[in-house]
């Protein structure tokens, strides 16, 4: 995610809190679970949480997008867009489809979405790292940068197509009136194609990511493994503006960030390109390869399958037959299953495509990798949030999805449990943290996700549980970038876009008594007849 917080000079707004109880690191449940809701008690009065949701998403509009926080982030981020455009399709789906308008306006030409479009009406010492770090019209012109807008250079998750498809099932008619899915089709299309050619570096058909940021999930313990063969910049090459407003025990270590910046930098230095050597690099098991990291994480590849499903259904609506994408997304699904699935834990686990033999993180023996065309490196021990994410997938294994909500209800994360939500990271892990950052606390976006896939598969008294819970929490934490997962306390930004954006979705489907809320996105099946889809093929 790489939100590094504002300096002083920062635009003005609240400040964030990091007041609450000091972190309980790997010591499991506390000893009291947080009080139990009353049954049948409303989580906020529909017109109440919409009119406080909406009063954050006015804040944080700049008028063409939405920042994420005004005094945290106050550029427009990738996958915090994709998110607020769900919820902000309730209250203007004009506004919905700006946001991902001018997101994608940013698009590189060689297809990729950059991860920060950077407002140049904020000054650069607001915001590290900054437009002058990543250089993108300079360094990333062989890649096609734009020259009208700054960029970053990496990615995030690509939530991007279903997005766009809930934002015009809001309103068709104006979606239809503006060309909205024409439009962006094309963007669409390359973004997805982007991922699928330029970041296959396993050889196997899923996503590579090159750096933690474009997972989304910063300081993940998942990472631990695979940074550590990244030395850190120096301390003294660049200043950490996080630091003036969080607390350092809520944020990433200065190892990890320094090692952050090293990978950045590298990417940079090297045009933000993938070239053939990368690929080799990656599919050679103890390599250090160009930048070091590489990893096929399964909670991204997730969201491009779930995409792609909703880009066919774009497709579809478009008149063209969509045959062809249904096609690729369940085949995707399947590499997602042979590649990253372990049976005997019940979890998709992430895989280090730069690893040798051993475990990354114990140090140990592997665990068994998968034989076949392309496989490379070696599942990652830590059990984290983005191994439940899958959940959001169609036409996942009835017993993968069985035991995926076996484990999430379990004392790794305690869905329904002593947890208020489901945390980022397992709860019995040495490395879980309930307060820094992605190493334990629950986000709302990845709670969103989990409802959706819950409901998706028909685990609808899980899915209620699980809704109910975070449209409290949410409400009860003045919508906070993320919470303690036992006590539900606010860390981070408060009034922050995506948790808006996400408890408004909710919200609305809850008051309406919608079970399956929009789900015609996700499903495997198609209105057009036989034939493919020529964009597809060709993708």
């Known amino acids: 995610m790489d939100r590094t917080t504002t300096t002083r000079a920062a635009i003005r707004s609240p400040a964030a809190s990091t007041a609450g109880p000091s972190a309980r690191r790997g010591a499991g449940p506390p000893p009291a679970s947080h009080p139990p809701r009353t049954p049948g008690a409303p989580q906020a009065a529909p017109a109440a949480l919409r009119e406080r949701a909406a009063r954050v998403l006015g804040a944080n509009w700049t008028g063409t997008s939405t920042v994420p926080s005004r005094a945290l982030y106050p550029h427009q981020w990738s996958w915090d867009s994709a998110f607020i455009a769900i919820g902000l399709r309730h209250l203007s789906p004009l506004r ?69 498809w809930l934002v015009h099932l809001a309103d068709p008619g104006l979606s239809r009136a503006r060309s909205f899915l024409s439009r962006l089709h094309p963007r669409l299309a390359a973004w997805h194609r982007h991922l699928l050619h330029h970041r296959d570096l396993g050889g196997a058909g899923l996503a590579a990511v090159v750096h933690p940021w474009e997972q989304g999930m910063d300081n993940s313990p998942c990472w631990d493994g695979p940074l550590s063969r990244v030395p850190p910049a120096r301390p003294h090459s660049y200043r950490r503006a996080d630091l003036d407003h969080g607390s350092p025990q809520d944020r990433p270590t200065d190892l990890d960030y320094g090692r952050y910046v090293r990978l950045a930098t590298e990417y940079r230095d090297a045009g933000y390109g993938y070239g053939a050597g990368m690929r080799a690099r990656a599919g050679t098991s103890g390599g250090t390869g160009g930048f070091g990291f590489a990893v096929e994480d399964p909670a991204f590849n997730a969201l491009l399958i779930a995409s792609e499903h909703a880009l066919a259904r774009i497709t579809a609506e478009l008149g063209v037959p969509a045959t062809a994408r249904h096609d690729r997304a369940e085949r995707l699904t399947r590499v997602l299953v042979e590649r990253l699935w372990d049976a005997e834990d019940g979890i998709f686990r992430c895989r280090d495509l730069l690893a040798g033999g051993s475990d990354p993180v114990t140090g140990g023996p592997g665990r068994a990798q998968v034989r076949g065309e392309g496989a490379s490196g ?38 329904g449990g002593r947890a208020r939500l489901v945390p980022s990271h397992d709860l019995l892990s040495p490395a ?59 860390c981070g930004a408060r009034g922050f876009g995506w948790s808006a954006a996400l408890a408004l979705d909710l919200g609305v489907a809850a008051a309406h008594g919608r079970d399956m809320s929009d789900m015609s996105d996700m499903s495997t099946e198609t209105t057009a007849g036989p034939g493919s889809d020529e964009g597809a093929r060709n993708d």
């Open 96 to 164: 919905a489809q700006l946001e991902l308008e001018t997101l994608l306006s940013a698009q590189w030409a060689d297809g990729r979405v950059p991860h920060i479009v950077f407002n140049p009406a904020v000054p650069l010492d607001a915001y590290f790292p900054s437009p002058d770090f990543w250089r993108s019209t300079t360094a990333g012109r062989a890649a096609g940068a734009p020259l009208a807008v700054q960029t970053s250079g990496i990615v995030q998750p690509p939530v991007h197509a279903l997005a766009a």
């Open 378 to 415: 070696a599942l990652v021990g830590e059990r984290g949030v983005t191994g439940l994410i899958p959940l959001v997938v169609p036409g996942l294994p009835r017993d993968v999805v069985a035991d995926l909500v076996r484990t999430a209800r379990g004392p790794h994360f305690e869905l």
């Open 432 to 490: 879980f943290d309930p307060r820094r950052y992605w190493r334990g606390p629950a986000w709302f976006n990845t709670n969103w996700l989990l409802e959706r896939g819950l409901r998706l598969h028909g685990a609808r008294e899980h899915a209620d549980a699980l809704r109910a819970a975070l449209l409290d929490t949410a409400v009860a934490s003045d919508f906070a970038e993320y919470v303690d997962p036992y006590t539900g306390d606010g």
